[in-house]
């Protein structure tokens, strides 16, 4: 695994890699502190959450809280991704409580793929583009807090 960037900040953290002959067992079953969204940028994998099993491909995104056990399964030579966990306290310190319940307002394991076609008419591919570039401009982090608020 190629790891691009790592970035840490205030409550969230943001990291990007690139995977050539990915191996499934670089990828092991487990659960997190905080949420994580997972977005696609290259290849197909398939993402076991709670027991089912998303098809998950390019400008796809998987959401998953705390207490679901998740696991990635590569299905391609060729794998890229942005990975951002967000502590419960990010939403509660940026005034954005409310935007916690897309991940809490959900049956565990269910709802948990975004589609493309979703990302896309949604804006939140646009708001993944802009995380990525600023924080390969080195933007301050107050910018790229403000692209993951957004």
């Known amino acids: 695994m190629a790891g691009i960037y790592k970035y840490q900040g205030k ?14 067992e670089e990828f092991l079953l487990h659960n997190h502190t905080g949420y994580e ?6 290849g ?3 993402q076991l959450v709670e027991g ?27 794998y890229e991704r942005i ?9 509660e310190e940026n005034g954005i409580e409310k935007s916690v319940s897309i991940f809490e307002e959900r049956k565990s394991g269910e709802g948990n793929l975004i589609t493309s076609k979703e990302t896309i008419s ?5 708001c993944v583009l802009k995380i990525d570039e600023y924080i390969k401009e080195e ?12």
């Open 11 to 24: 409550g969230f953290s943001v990291a990007k890699s690139f995977t050539t002959h990915p191996k499934t």
């Open 44 to 46: 197909n994998v398939l």
């Open 52 to 78: 089912n099993t998303y098809n998950v491909s390019k400008n796809d995104m998987i959401i998953v809280r705390n207490d679901e056990f998740h696991q990635l399964f590569p299905k391609d030579e060729e």
């Open 139 to 150: 933007a301050p982090e107050s910018i790229i807090n403000g692209a993951i608020t957004e």
């Open 37 to 42: 969204i997972l977005f696609v940028f290259k």
């Open 83 to 91: 990975v951002i966990g967000i502590e419960k306290s990010f939403f």
């Open 122 to 126: 949604s804006g939140i591919y646009d």
